[in-house]
């Protein structure tokens, strides 16, 4: 069972807007900030947010974050079928002194 | 160019041991605290260990504190994960990345893994 919460699975249409959630606590999203991931298959795991809301260089503005209290979530507007792989949400832990990720969310592009 | 590539693992029994190795290149690697993390079969990603630049803080997840050691070696620019009394839990695509000790910007590369199986 992950320290972070998120949903097992979410889906969209091409063009749609899909939000993923990511549940905490006050010891790691509470007090610190959160980070998102892209993981394909047979890929290593691909860094789309940093800091609740900050895209790294390459990363399309499609994909934004924001984070509220002890919850983030990420969004994906104008969504496209390459879209379509796992969702990782991670935030420092100041209680186990250690990084904790959510379960993830796989995305399906209907 | 940058990169990480990560080697070491294997099939191995339960109760033994497997050292990983992470060879980063392309960027000033002593700058940079780095990471593993694995994904089991089926499963999500969980972060097993982290050191900073200067091998000052390391941390470790509960479910390998006590068997695993990492470390670094900042002159040959390559990063550890010493495994031992490895448990068939522990089979996972162990992956290296780089980024901020404990928050921020982190994770930003990684590694295409290698696998760890533990089985008798």
């Known amino acids: 069972q992950s320290v972070l919460t998120q949903p097992p699975s979410a889906s969209g249409t091409p063009g749609q807007r899909v939000t993923i959630s990511c549940s905490g606590s006050?010891?790691?999203?509470?007090?610190?900030?959160v980070n998102w991931f892209q993981h394909l298959p047979e890929t290593a795991p691909k860094l789309l947010i940093y800091?609740?809301?900050q895209r790294p260089s390459g990363v399309p503005d499609r994909f934004s974050g924001s984070k509220s209290g002890t919850s983030a979530s990420l969004a994906i507007s104008g969504l496209q079928s390459e879209d379509e792989a796992d969702y990782y949400c991670?935030?420092?832990?100041?209680?186990?002194?250690?990084?904790?990720f959510g379960g993830g969310t796989k995305l399906t592009v209907l | 160019e940058v990169q990480l590539v990560e080697s070491g693992g294997g099939l191995v029994q339960p109760g033994r041991s497997l050292r990983l190795s992470c060879a980063a290149s392309?960027?000033?690697?002593?700058?940079?605290?780095m990471h593993w993390v694995r994904q089991a079969p089926g499963k999500g990603l969980e972060w097993v260990s982290g050191?900073?630049?200067?091998?000052?803080?390391?941390g470790y997840a509960d479910s390998v504190k006590g068997r695993f050691t990492i470390s670094r070696d900042n002159a040959k620019n390559f990063l550890y994960l010493q495994m031992n009394s490895l448990r068939t839990e522990d089979t996972a695509l162990y992956y290296c990345?780089?980024?901020?000790?404990?928050?921020?910007?982190?994770?930003?590369?990684w590694g295409q893994g290698t696998l760890v199986t533990v089985s008798s």
């Open positions: 990345s780089k980024g901020a000790y404990s928050s921020g910007y982190s994770f930003d590369l």
């Open positions: 392309g960027f000033s690697f002593d700058d940079y605290a």
């Open positions: 050191i900073s630049w200067n091998s000052g803080s390391i």
């Open positions: 006050s010891s790691n999203i509470g007090s610190n900030t």
């Open positions: 800091s609740n809301n």
């Open positions: 991670a935030a420092w832990d100041d209680r186990l002194n250690g990084w904790v």
